[in-house]
T-cell receptor, first 112, second 113 residues
């Protein structure tokens, strides 16, 4: 357990509203990742960070932005939520290199 | 397109049997390979990592890697009903000094009591 928390754990929102999900880690890992998980698609990378203020896009980044102002926090923002963004969102952290990553408990987001 | 492929299952095995889960990947430069277990409604949990060709054993779990064939597998010996879960294969990608992971869609395992 890498000491990763996510907030909120559940959220229901309406189409067009902004949403921010937070990931907080206590392991001082350099890398942090945001994934979404949908039936039939598995885990897909949205954005990741390789250091404070250093971020890059993943395979499904459209409609999402991220920020990392300090090592322990990584925020995922949906500027204007759409129903297609209804999903379970997982944060993960890792020390980088070829080593494993560890997952947070997830956030279930429903966009009506 | 770098891919990781798994049979979605479900793979059903009787209690006490060996469960064999397979994964193929397309990126030849991948350096590390992982198996995660995910129970329904929960987050993925790391159970095995493997970095070099051959077998790696940890308790009832054995990971096997064949880089020439781009193939990684997970064997679960003496399967228990508590092993019923979805097993995700993940491959580490290295590019431009950063590290990302590609996941397969997972194989659902059902161990029948």
């Amino acid at each position: 357990d890498a000491g990763i928390t996510q907030s909120p754990r559940h959220k229901v929102t309406e189409t067009g509203t902004p949403v921010t999900l937070r990931c907080h880690q206590t392991e001082n890992h350099r890398y942090m990742y945001w994934y979404r998980q949908d039936p039939g698609h598995g885990l897909r990378l949205i954005h990741y960070s390789y250091g404070v203020k250093d971020t890059d896009k993943g395979e499904v980044s459209d409609g999402y932005s991220v920020s990392r102002s300090k090592t322990e926090d990584f925020l995922l923002t949906l500027e204007s939520a759409t129903s297609s963004q209804t999903s379970v969102y997982f944060c993960a952290t890792g020390s980088g290199g070829i080593d494993e990553q560890f997952f947070g408990p997830g956030t279930r987001l429903t966009v009506l | 397109q770098k891919e990781v492929e798994q049979n979605s299952g479900p793979l059903s095995v009787p209690e006490g049997a060996i469960a064999s889960l397979n994964c193929t990947y397309s990126d030849r430069v991948s350096q590390s390979f992982f198996w995660y277990r995910q129970y329904s409604g929960k987050s993925p949990e790391l159970i095995m990592s493997i970095y070099s060709n051959g077998d790696k054993e940890d308790g009832r779990f054995t990971a096997q890697l064949n880089k020439a064939s781009q193939y990684v597998s997970l064997l679960i010996r003496d399967s228990q009903p508590s092993d019923s879960a979805t097993y995700l294969c993940a491959v580490n990608l290295v590019g431009s000094g950063t590290y990302k992971y590609i996941f397969g869609t997972g194989t659902r395992l059902k161990v029948l009591a």
